[in-house]
């Protein structure tokens, strides 16, 4: 069974939303209880298939997962017996790749699976690889996996992790975590700034680890003899929160986003504010709303703090309706167009060159059956879709799932008209 949305527009978005827990903090926390014998608690990991999926590693791996009543993470992680990542699991759920730094630092040998290439384009992991070799690991490639071993533990050592598109996320993860248990001073040079990291830092200080530099590009850790299980509460989805922004602002609603702080977001409120958007911060969250036109820009995706890539689509689909033309360039995933030809489905004017795409602003969309195809391209046809005349089709719903814990029922709640089927 593959579920379809149909979504009926345009509609005027207005009310309150909550903002889920990060995706992509939950996951290298998750990761990292491997390193803490015994039960850790993970709060405000959402439900997301790509969450389930990596619990569903972590049990091959030998862990115990189940959620309690309050939806809070259990993980019980005292046995770890099976330090083997599958590739069936690796290649539907590339961020798998960060059991990998700390299964060496627990179980000293690791096998998993190179995660393969994705809609976003091919998803190397020598940046990971290199640093791991830098704190002592021998890493060869067998048959498709990652064979890494350090039987006399690892070692502390000063690693550039700086690669052709800047720092790497989850390079950075894979490395940093290992290096919490490693013997000695690590310094990772061009670390990942991401609040993401930031968060994961915070957790694996909690446990005890010790590292300084947290959120800055040189992180320091100082290894230790071991960590201990935590309970955790990973920060809010600022992902969520910049797509629901530019829902609000593609259909020129008002709506009002609790548990969604603005720190995490400069580059994007600058961006949509340039745009015509009005964002008041208030409480613990904010208030987006669009009155006027839309006004075109030129955005360029970068590392943290700059404008983050997983919004690229999303602007794009609010670009699309802008006065004007607009120039996005994609720096850190340049194939990552595949909701191009989509939106021009949808009679967006949209127009590829090399890493950018030129944005010639039109009056509306139409409604049109359209392709998902990775996480955040489908969530710009959701948002095409609120603002489109007619009924848009979006198909490959899963894509969505993986990142938005039930997307339409959040924006249903606000005024969207959106119906999931199963075909
Ligand atoms: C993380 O992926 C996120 N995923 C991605 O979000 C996000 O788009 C990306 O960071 C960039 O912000 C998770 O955190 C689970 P990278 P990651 O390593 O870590 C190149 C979403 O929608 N690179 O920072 O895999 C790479 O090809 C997902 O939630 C190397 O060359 O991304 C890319 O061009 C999609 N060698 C750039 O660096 C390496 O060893 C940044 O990739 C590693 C990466």
Same mark, same amino acid.
């Given at each position: ?44 990991? !959402? ?64 096998? !998993? ?11 190397? !992991? @020598? ?53 919490? %248990? ?36 040189? %992180? ?8 201990? #299980? ?5 920060? #809010? @989805? ?18 009002? %986003?609790?548990?969604? #702080? ?47 890539? @997983? ?15 607009? !120039? ?26 090399? #890493? ?54 959040? %924006? ?12």
């Amino acid at each position: 069974m593959m579920d379809i949305f149909h979504i009926t527009g345009p509609v005027r978005l207005s009310g309150r939303i909550t903002v889920s827990g990060s995706k992509n903090a939950s996951l290298p926390i998750m990761a990292a209880t491997i390193m803490a014998p015994g039960k850790s608690v993970i709060k405000n990991a !959402v439900r997301l298939s790509d969450v389930t999926v990596l619990g569903r590693l972590l049990s091959q791996l030998g862990a115990k997962l189940n959620r309690n009543e309050n939806d809070d993470l259990h993980i019980d992680s005292t046995v770890i017996d099976n330090p083997i990542g599958e590739y069936d699991i690796l290649r539907k759920m590339r961020a798998g790749i960060c059991i990998l730094g700390p299964l060496l630092a627990r179980c000293k040998r690791a096998k !998993v699976s190179m995660p393969g290439g994705c809609a976003i384009g091919d998803r190397p !992991v @020598d940046i990971h690889l290199k640093g791991l070799q830098q704190l002592g690991a021998k890493i060869h490639l067998k048959a498709g996996y990652i064979v890494a071993q350090a039987p006399d533990g690892l070692k502390g050592n000063d690693i550039f992790l700086g690669g052709p598109f800047g720092s790497t996320v989850l390079g950075t993860a894979n490395v940093l975590m290992a290096a919490t %248990l490693a013997k000695g001073r690590t310094t990772i040079e061009a670390a990942a700034c991401e609040p993401e990291i930031a968060d994961l830092a915070n957790c694996l200080n909690r446990m005890g680890a010790k590292i300084s530099g947290i959120g800055s590009p040189r %992180l320091i850790i100082e290894g230790v003899s071991c960590l201990k #299980p935590v309970e955790y509460s990973v920060i #809010p @989805d600022r992902i969520e929160a910049g797509t629901f922004m530019v829902a609000a602002a593609i259909t020129a609603g008002e709506l009002r %986003l609790q548990n969604c #702080p603005l720190g995490h977001m400069m580059a994007v409120v600058d961006k949509l504010r340039n745009i015509g958007v009005t964002i008041e911060s208030q409480n613990n969250g904010c208030i987006i709303t669009r009155t006027g036109g839309l006004k075109p820009a030129d955005v360029t995706t970068q590392s943290y703090p700059g404008f983050p890539t @997983d919004l690229q689509a999303q602007l794009m689909a609010l670009l699309s309706l802008a006065e004007g033309n607009s !120039v996005i360039t994609e720096k850190i995933f340049p194939d990552r167009f595949m909701h191009v030809a989509e939106l021009n489905r949808m009679a967006a004017s949209l127009r590829k060159e090399g #890493p950018s795409v030129i944005i010639s602003g039109v009056k509306k969309l139409m409604a049109a059956p359209v392709m998902a195809s990775d996480l955040r391209a489908s969530a710009a046809l959701v948002l095409a879709g609120l603002a489109a005349e007619g009924t848009t089709i979006v198909n490959r719903v899963y894509h969505i799932d993986r990142g938005y814990k039930s997307i339409e029922n959040k %924006l249903n709640s606000v005024g969207a008209k959106i119906v999931r089927k199963s075909i």
